[in-house]
């Protein structure tokens, strides 16, 4: 199938589902991101600022971008002109820049809490105790040119599904936890961003409300090891 008939088929079953969809457009090049547009589809996500930045330039200017990879804090300025959201705020310092950046520039940024759930040593992230702690400091109540949506989390990458949906439950559980504790007056934080090509299907049935699809639109990836984002 080709990328536009991905995007039509997967845009029919998520919004059955009232998922968002999310293209995640990491290595592939901006003709294939126009193909994905083409057949309707406005959020992409990118793991690497400089990429981003590249397709930006490059592409119709109304798509949304997510940056969904780990966000070093001094290329936080790049981005946050135009950036819609990041799912992969993994400390208060790195929410204080984003914040600092997006008050230049004159806006809110969206920003989702990066949670570790996976059974790995190489996945970023806040655990729960750390994202609590975050949601209490006097730092965070300072800030305005922020607005936390909700969570993102990345399963472990295994073939174990009871694994794998016990990780998007607790995901879950936290989620609707702390949206009663911290964010009962926000109807804003509505975001539960769990799934992967792999186990998006799996995370649906766990609450998910945006999926992450790589590789299922726009075939598999070379892998690399990215070291300078
Ligand atoms: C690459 C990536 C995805 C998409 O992966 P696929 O398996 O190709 O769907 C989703 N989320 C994050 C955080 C990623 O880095």
Known sequence: MSIADNIKSLKKETEADKVILLAVSKTKPVTDIQEAYDAGQRLFGENLVQEMI?????????????????????????????????????????????????????????????????????????????????LRSEEYATLKNIRIRGLMGIATNTDNEKQIKEEYYELNTFFEGIKLSYFRKEESFDILSMGMSSDYKLAIEQGSNMVRLGSTIFGGRVIKHWKNN
């Open 54 to 134: 590249e397709k930006y330039d490059q592409l119709p200017k109304d798509i949304e971008w997510h940056l969904i990879g780990h966000l070093q804090t001094n290329k936080v300025k790049y981005i946050a002109p135009f950036v819609s959201m990041i799912q992969s705020v993994d400390s208060l310092k790195l929410l204080q820049e984003i914040n600092k950046h997006a008050e230049k520039a004159g806006r809110v940024i969206d920003c989702l809490l990066q949670i570790y759930i996976a059974d790995e040593e190489t996945k970023y992230g806040l655990g729960f105790d750390e994202a609590i702690e975050l």
